[in-house]
């Protein structure tokens, strides 16, 4: 039957009368987008597919009862989004998870107050509508008023004071600031092409949008919420992380120069947002962290299977660290000791040893692992599975041991995050 | 090349063809698949970088073109959706037949629902796996093999395709 409903089917598609070239498209996307800017547009655009986890302190997982009274030791807990629109909360002492707060199917990001009492969730799939964040509050675990922002949220970042929640845009290419006091959206701020990842200073003064599109990055001043001068990095830009003294911030760069080989990390000198040269690193440089004293960040090499080292305070190389296949993300426990790397082909996490730079065995938790996030204690580092019946699986960090899965409620891959 | 870009010309170049016929076979109208086509490659194109490192550029696109089909149909900014379209351009061999082939398919097709219509589509026509359908429609594997053993089967009570399947026409 379906092979003949097939050539049924292809028998009556026939040939398309015209061509469609790259060119119309890309005339047509330039339309669309100044059509956007205009306010003119209601359509919103597409998913990329994710979970994300966020780790916050103090917060009951749903439930749970509630804390019995403020006395109580305040404990992490672990937010779950995926793709299929559940936020599920997971509690690190049992290893449990509440009943998921169900949104609209979509994915975008996930972003935790500093305090811990909100989580918001950027949606940026379903229908092409414009995108939305949602605002959870994290003791009743139910969903606020959608606030309306631009099209397909990619990233949220919020203020270290917890009062704007600053939402990057990747289709409409702008950033939109809402007041987290009254969950309002604020003018989006024009940024660079296809914004997708957000950074802010310790000091909250600015937050640096990556726009991985146009291969720059564009600072954007808190106080005024105006965007300054765009600075030049390489090409798809995809990780940024700032120095815990706020001073330096290195954006990761996919490839430089039109070299497809050549990851680059770019620091960036926060007080004059100027670039230094290029720091050269390995292949499909992806991500980044750094170690909470501010003297290593460590970038993870998807295509050369290692982990370069860069001193910052000279902001050179090291000797790559080889780890599995295909590390894709990575993450410092709290006392900078260790550094988890996530080896999406391997199915496996690589602890690196900070003292001395070398891997440790590998820990294998899954059959695609994306995302990785370390509890506040630093006791437990949850890595997200991209594979089918995804799970979150706990790593011990004491014993480096994988714990029993923990089912998420969803499909598709993870990232993760973390509060302070 | 402009940054951003990498590879997107050679896709467009490579799939347009293979993407305006399933944009037919939604559509049932070539301006609209043309249309379809055109506007699900502007909404990846400001995301191409990372579409082409982090997904399947071409699930991607076919996301957002049923996708968009969806919020069409939705919204009805076309009005009524065609049927029976007039064959276009120049038409080779027994043009009757395949004109009946053409509508035929084409109204059957619209006697299903939209997801029906994608899940068909999309498994039969394009060759995805289950896994890849639920993927584009953002739904289980399970909905995918239900919807598509519906389809199936409502095509199959369908005189005019069973009619057609009998006798091989095409």
């Known amino acids: 039957m379906d092979r003949q409903l097939r050539d049924l089917l292809d028998a009556a598609a026939g040939e398309p009368p015209h061509r469609v070239t790259a060119e119309t498209v890309l005339r ?37 009862p509630p804390r019995p009274s403020a006395a109580r030791q305040p404990r992490a807990t672990v937010y779950v989004y995926t793709p299929a629109g559940t936020v599920t909360a997971i509690d690190p002492a049992t290893n449990t998870h509440g009943k998921p707060v169900k949104l609209r199917a979509g994915l975008g990001a996930i972003a935790v107050t500093p305090d811990g009492q909100t989580v918001y969730v950027a949606d940026n799939v379903v229908g092409f509508r414009s995108g939305q964040v949602i605002p959870i509050d994290t003791a009743t675990s139910t969903a606020g008023k959608p606030i309306n922002v631009g099209m397909a949220p990619d990233a949220i970042a919020i203020t270290p004071d917890g009062k704007t929640a600053y939402v990057a845009c990747s289709f409409s290419m702008t950033v939109t600031p809402i007041d987290t006091a009254t969950n309002t959206a604020g003018k989006p701020i024009n940024v660079g092409m296809a914004p997708d990842v957000i950074a802010i200073t310790p000091d909250g003064k600015t937050a640096y949008v990556v726009n991985s599109g146009s291969g720059n990055v564009t600072p954007i001043d808190t106080a005024t919420n105006t965007a300054g001068k765009h600075i030049g990095v390489g090409t798809g830009p995809d990780a940024i992380a700032i120095t815990p003294d706020g001073k330096t911030a290195y954006v990761v760069n996919y490839s430089t120069g039109g070299n497809l080989n050549a990851g680059t990390v770019t620091a960036i000198d926060t007080a004059t947002n100027t670039r230094e040269k290029f720091i050269h690193v390995g292949t499909e440089a992806s991500a980044i962290a750094i170690t909470p004293d501010g003297e290593t960040a460590y970038v993870a090499n998807k295509g050369s299977n290692t982990v370069t080292p860069i001193d910052t305070a000279t902001n050179t190389p ?23 790397v996530v080896n999406v082909f391997s199915g496996t996490v690589t602890p690196i040893d900070t003292a001395t730079n070398t891997p440790g065995t590998p820990i294998k938790v899954g059959s695609e692992p994306v995302a990785i996030a370390i509890t506040p204690d630093g006791k437990t580092a949850y890595v997200g599975d991209n594979s089918p019946g995804n799970t979150i699986i706990p790593i011990d960090t004491a014993t480096n041991t994988a714990g029993q899965p923990v089912n998420d409620g969803g499909r598709d891959t993870p990232v993760i995050v973390i509060t302070p | 090349m402009s940054a951003g870009t990498d590879g997107f010309t050679q896709f467009v170049e490579a799939r347009q063809r293979a993407l305006q016929r399933t944009a037919w076979l939604l559509t049932g109208d070539w301006a609209l698949a043309e249309d379809l086509v055109q506007t699900a490659l502007a909404r990846s194109w400001p995301r191409w970088e990372r579409i082409r490192r982090r997904d399947d550029p071409e699930v991607y696109v076919r996301r957002a073109m049923v996708n968009t089909w969806a919020t069409w149909n939705r919204r009805r900014w076309r009005g009524e959706r065609p049927s029976g379209a007039v064959p276009d351009g120049q038409a080779p061999g027994d043009m009757a037949t395949e004109v009946a082939v053409r509508v035929a398919v084409q109204k059957s097709l619209g006697s299903l629902t939209d997801r029906q219509r994608a899940v068909l589509v999309l498994r039969v026509f394009d060759d995805l796996s289950e896994a890849q359908v639920a993927q584009v429609l953002g739904c289980a594997i399970g909905t995918v093999k239900s919807t598509m053993a519906r389809a199936v089967a409502r095509l199959r009570e369908d005189p005019r395709i069973s009619e057609l399947m009998e006798r091989e026409v095409w």
């Open chain 1, 318 to 340: 090291g000797t790559p660290i080889k780890v599995g296949n295909g590390p894709t993300a990575i993450a410092i426990t709290p006392d900078g000791k260790t550094a988890y």
């Open chain 1, 28 to 64: 047509r996307a330039a339309r669309r987008r100044a059509k956007y800017l205009a306010g003119a547009a209601a359509v919103a655009v597409i998913a990329v597919v994710a979970v994300v986890a966020v780790i916050t302190a103090g917060i009951p997982a749903p439930g749970h």
